[in-house]
Structures are given as C-alpha cells and as structure tokens.
T-cell receptor, first 115, second 116 residues
C-alpha cells in the first residue's frame, strides 16, 4: 500500500532561517506529488505540485520542492522563512493505479516561526 | 470563482445518530473527494465521486457512504455514529481531466463533527 512519511512532526525556526521539510513515499509506479499548507484557522491550500517534467518545482510564497525519483523523496524548501509561514504542512501523493484523486497524506509537520 | 463550500460548518451529534454533510464543488469541477482529518490518524481518504458514481474508496466501514448529484454537489452520510467519528470532514473538488495526468484538488473549509 502507498504511504507517505514526513520526517519532522514539529519544527521551530527563527525568521530568515532556511527551511527544509522531508517527505518520502513508498510507491514504485508513476506518482503525482503535492505539498499542501494549512494556516491556523484556514483550509488546506496547495503550495506546489509535481506531475511530470522538471523535478524542481516552484510554488507559491517562495516555496520549492525537488522530486528525487531514486530516493522516493519530495522535500520542501524555502530559503528564508517568515512569521507568516507558521502553519502545518502536508506532503501527499496520488497515482494512476491508486486513483489520481485519492490523495495519501503524510502525518504533517507543524512549523512555528518566531520573529 | 467561488471556492468549495461545505455545510454545515459545525455539528454536534450523539452516539447512534446519523449525520449528512454537504459539499458544493467549484463550478465546472466534476470530481468530489471526501477526507477525514483527526489528530490521531491525520488526513485519510474516504471516497471519490465522479459523474454521480463512486470511483474510489478508502478503508472506512460501510457506515460511511456518499453520493453525488447531477450538478456535482455531493453528500456524505455517516450512520450509527461512534465517538471515534469525531473529526473534521473535508471535501475537495477537481476538474477530473482524465487518467493521463494529475488533478489538483481544491479543499473546502470542512465540517467539524463532534459526537458525544
């Protein structure tokens, strides 16, 4: 069965620090990969997605992620975080065999950014 | 363009009752998926509806069911509620472009269900 693993459950950073959140998935076929963000009191929003092509994808608010197929990873990065990035971040994967609209989510990473 | 809307936003029920949650997708979106979000289990896929047919299903008991109407609006029903059904239920819609590529899902604000 497909699964998604997020390495860090809680991350605390100071403003301007760099961010990298790890995400690994277990599935050998063709996958679509996503990072969603849930700001306090708000609903899930898509940060970025990878379907095919350039493995380095850029999303909103300065976030980017790199798909490394050999490592089954899709890590999220941001060079300099802001207080407004405080939120919970979810990595998700879907596949043709599993159903492209069946998202398998990781457990999430709570990011707290201190001014 | 209006986003995904879910009603009601909050609901309190007692064990044994049943509940129906509603989801209106973004105009033009044909697929509606439902997810359950709890602190312990995280986000889990319940089912997906496309053209009024259930296209995919997660690992939930038969007490959880859904349907989709011809206007793509969807309802989710939970019968014989248990304490463990307390959760945030999220609905997501997508264009459902087909099997050749991925679909971006847009999430609604959710319905917070509390079972007492």
């Amino acid at each position: 069965a497909q699964s998604v693993s997020q390495h860090n459950h809680h991350v605390i950073l100071s403003e301007a620090a760099s961010l990298e959140l790890g995400c690994n998935y277990s599935y050998g076929g063709t996958v679509n990969l996503f990072w969603y963000v849930q700001y306090p009191g708000q609903h899930l929003q898509l940060l970025l997605k990878y379907f095919s092509g350039d493995p380095l994808v850029k999303g909103i608010k300065g976030f980017e992620a790199e798909f490394i197929k050999s490592k089954f990873s899709f890590n999220l990065r941001k060079p300099s975080v802001q207080w407004s990035d405080t939120a919970e971040y979810f990595c998700a994967v879907s596949s043709f065999s599993g159903g492209y609209n069946k998202l398998i989510f990781g457990a999430g990473t709570r990011l707290a950014v201190h001014p | 363009k209006a986003g995904v809307t879910q009603t009601p936003r909050y609901l309190i029920k007692t064990r044994g009752q049943q509940v129906t949650l509603s989801c209106s997708p973004i105009s033009g979106h044909r697929s509606v998926s439902w997810y359950q979000q709890t602190p312990g289990q995280g986000l889990q896929f319940l089912f997906e509806y496309f053209s009024e047919t259930q296209r995919n299903k997660g690992n939930f008991p038969g007490r959880f069911s859904g349907r989709q109407f011809s206007n793509s609006r969807s309802e989710m029903n939970v019968s014989t509620l248990e304490l463990g059904d307390s959760a945030l239920y999220l609905c997501a819609s997508s264009l459902a472009l087909g099997t050749s590529g991925g679909d971006e899902q847009f999430f609604g604000p959710g319905t917070r269900l509390t079972v007492l």
